[in-house]
């Protein structure tokens, strides 16, 4: 512990040694301080612009998908009710279709096969064996073949038919009726032509004789005495096609979905209409596609409300942050400009050198930029022009395809977006370089706080050193004049 200055002389040392470490210290301290308040903001700034990015790309990565912008809705009426579902027809739309009404039959459905075979009364399908053989399985140009070993059981046979690694769709089941047990294959494989067989055959490669010993296992239905109504073929057993008429002409499908059966529409069909017609109405679903525009337009603002508020020139703090001014300029300038692909995709249809006025950036179909850098679709047209909103029915109605690019396209504005975003939120990106700088700079400060102690206490140290020898000098020199004035003063007698 450290002497107590002014023992000895009797002066305030003590004060004096601790205005001067106060007054050394207390500047250092006070800067170390704000500095850690300015880099602990700062990093709560890009805190918030990383969750802010974050939302936003999220945001993006849907609008960054040309199906957002080319929803379809669709309506059906059936036996006098409307609905937008239907429980025997289903729609998907593939891009921008131009819609229509149209009067739908389902008169078939596709169906897989199903072959029995019985294999007796007192058969026992956990212990009774057949020998070795192979077993083929066929259906339309799909095939694959099950090796039976000597000792394989019935119950093997099947885990072996089920588990095959080239099934295309068989499932091999057991029965146990009051006729003994009943073998039972499914195939899922649909369509006219495809129903299944099962053969004993001598060799992997499907040739030579089998020894007949797994004859029970085989199954089969005669092409020949297939039904030529589809339902009483299906009932037969027989894998059958689904059929559907579209304003009466017949449309057939090895599946139940039928890709194109309408120009960019898709029918997918799970019950008969039994014959009626449903009336189908497909159109563009413009209002979901506004709610997309709208949800862009909305993350955007969002994004660039906190960028403003981040470099506030007096308030933000990240006002003097450069790669936060050069996102903001960046993000700026992809909004406001044309995607390149589309202004070089236009054409020249009149032959005069000028190429077709063509909807290539956000400003076309009706979405500007404000002073404030936000986002917005104005609903009044200044100088007789048409309204931002009017430009954005417009583009929707009769320039959907564009739209569709303007965001969404490979260098579309959402694109673009969606890349610039994420470079910047990368393990490598600035937002991490940025987060791992101003935390050096935060480790920084402990270790200037340590470096301040130790300067401190050999400040104080070098102070108690001076005053020390200050004390003793004063104190030698307050005894000699105590000495002297006891000399030159004595004490007088009592008389």
Do not use: C
Request: glycine share 10%.
């Amino acid at each position: 512990m450290a002497t107590i200055a002014g023992i000895g002389s009797g002066l305030d040392l003590e004060s004096i040694i601790n205005t001067f470490v106060q007054a050394e210290k207390s500047p250092k301290v006070q800067r170390l301080n704000q500095k850690e308040l300015d880099l602990t903001a700062q990093l709560s700034g890009v805190g918030t612009l990383k969750s802010a990015l974050s939302n936003f790309q999220k945001t993006l990565s849907k609008i960054s998908d040309p199906e957002s912008f080319y929803q379809n809705s669709a309506s059906f009426r059936y036996q006098g009710s409307s609905s937008d579902s239907s429980s025997q027809l289903g729609v998907k739309t593939d891009g921008v279709v131009s819609g229509g009404t149209f009067n739908v039959e389902v008169n078939a459905l596709a169906q897989g096969s199903r072959l029995a075979s019985n294999l007796g009364v007192g058969t026992n399908v956990k212990t009774d064996t057949l020998g070795a053989g192979f077993l083929k399985f066929s259906a339309g140009s799909e095939e694959f073949v099950v090796e039976v070993e000597a000792g394989d059981t019935i119950e093997n046979i099947l885990n072996k038919v089920n588990d095959a690694d080239s099934n295309f769709g068989v499932k091999a089941n057991i029965i146990n009726s009051d006729a003994g047990p009943v073998l039972v294959y499914n195939s899922e494989l649909t369509g006219s032509g495809n129903t299944l067989n099962v053969s004993e055959v001598g060799a992997l490669d499907g040739t030579g004789v089998g020894s007949g010993n797994l004859a029970s296992l085989a199954a089969s239905l005669d092409p020949a005495l297939e039904p030529a109504d589809p339902a009483a073929a299906a009932a037969a057993g027989y894998a059958t096609s689904a059929k559907i008429s579209v304003d009466g002409q017949t449309i057939t499908s090895n599946t139940n979905t039928f890709e194109n059966a309408i120009s960019g529409i898709t029918l997918n069909t799970t019950e008969l209409t039994n014959g009626s017609a449903i009336s189908l109405t497909v159109g563009t679903d413009t209002e979901a596609i506004k709610e997309v525009i709208n949800e862009f337009i909305a993350g955007y603002n969002k994004l660039q409300d906190t960028m403003s508020a981040l470099s506030e020139p007096k308030k933000g703090v990240m006002a003097f942050d450069s790669s936060l001014r050069q996102l903001e300029s960046t993000m700026r300038s992809v909004v406001g400009g044309s995607v390149k692909s589309l202004v070089e995709a236009a054409t020249d249809t009149n032959g005069d050198g000028i190429k077709d006025p063509t909807m290539s950036m956000l400003y076309d179909m009706g979405i500007t930029m404000n002073e404030s850098g936000r986002l917005e679709i104005s609903s009044i047209g200044l100088g007789g022009q048409p309204s931002g909103q009017q430009r954005l029915d417009d583009a929707i109605k009769n320039n959907l395809s564009n739209l569709g690019k303007v965001f969404a396209g490979g260098d579309g504005v959402a694109t673009k977006l969606s890349s610039l975003t994420g470079s910047y939120l990368a393990s490598d990106g600035v937002v991490k370089k940025r987060e791992q700088a101003l935390n050096d700079s935060l480790k920084d400060i402990s270790d200037d706080r340590i470096q301040l102690d130790r300067y401190i206490e050999d400040y104080e140290s070098t102070l108690r050193k001076k005053y020390t020898a200050l004390d003793a000098t004063v104190a030698k020199y307050n005894a000699t004049g105590a000495y002297l004035e006891s000399v030159l003063n004595p004490p007088k007698k009592d008389k």
